[in-house]
């Protein structure tokens, strides 16, 4: 399995530009989430899915944050218009299931620049 | 709320040395605890987990405790070695949630 993957990398835009980040999850994965990390907060959930439903998206700072999953294999985080606080490395991560037996696995991050 | 943290912050030992990273958590009502390692620009790559119902996990040189009811986990790791420099992060799934709480980070430098 080639984990989760996440695009881009790298990210630099100009303030008040679109940002999409895309998340690929392992196949077979019911749980989606998206992270935040920042230096100062350390990593913080912003909103997460199940079965390509979202949850919980109380950590989603604000309105200019937008999360969708259309599909089991697919979701997006955009950030409209961006700016310069939302700085930071978006992980996405995905789980098999609820038990306790299951842990996360994360991607390798986009790491956004907003100058 | 869940609170995770995670002491020291950072530490530097010499190559060879056996050392113990500490994370507490303020709810002792979880699912399970997870620890990931983190280089530099880089991603979680997770270590080991610990169920709720369990006391140790092991892989390589690598030890995890978990004690629930003081609200506690201790990642030991023997003989370190200069490749084992990294972030390392507790994270916390509280019973009844489906999302983790992470602490800030213990990060380990060995020096050859």
């Known amino acids: 399995d080639a984990g989760v993957i996440q695009s881009p990398r790298h990210e630099v835009t100009e303030m008040g530009q679109e940002v999409t980040l895309r998340c690929k999850p392992i196949?077979?994965?019911?749980?989606l989430f998206w992270y935040r990390q920042t230096m100062m907060r350390g990593l913080e959930l912003l909103i997460y899915f199940n079965n390509n439903v979202p949850i919980d998206d109380s950590g989603m700072p604000e309105d200019r944050f937008s999360a969708k999953m259309p599909n089991a294999s697919f979701s997006t985080l955009k950030i409209q218009p961006s700016e310069p606080r939302d700085s930071a490395v978006y992980f996405c991560?995905?789980?098999?299931?609820?038990?306790?037996?299951?842990?996360?696995?994360f991607g390798s991050g986009t790491r956004l620049t907003v100058v | 709320k869940q609170e995770v943290t995670q002491i020291p912050a950072a530490l530097s030992v010499p190559e060879g040395e056996n050392l113990v990273l500490n994370c507490s958590f303020t709810d002792s009502a979880i699912y399970n605890l997870q620890w990931f390692r983190q280089d530099p620009g880089k991603g979680l790559t997770s270590l080991l987990l610990i169920q709720s119902s369990q006391r140790e996990q092991t892989s390589g040189r690598l030890n995890a405790s978990l004690d629930k009811s003081s609200g506690r986990s201790t990642l030991y790791i023997a003989a370190s070695q200069p490749g084992d420099s990294a972030t390392y992060l507790c994270a916390v799934r509280r019973s009844g949630y489906s999302t983790l709480t992470f602490g800030k980070g213990t990060m380990l430098l060995v020096s050859p």
């Open positions: 196949s077979g994965h019911d749980y």
């Open positions: 991560a995905s789980r098999p299931g609820q038990g306790f037996q299951y842990g996360y696995t």
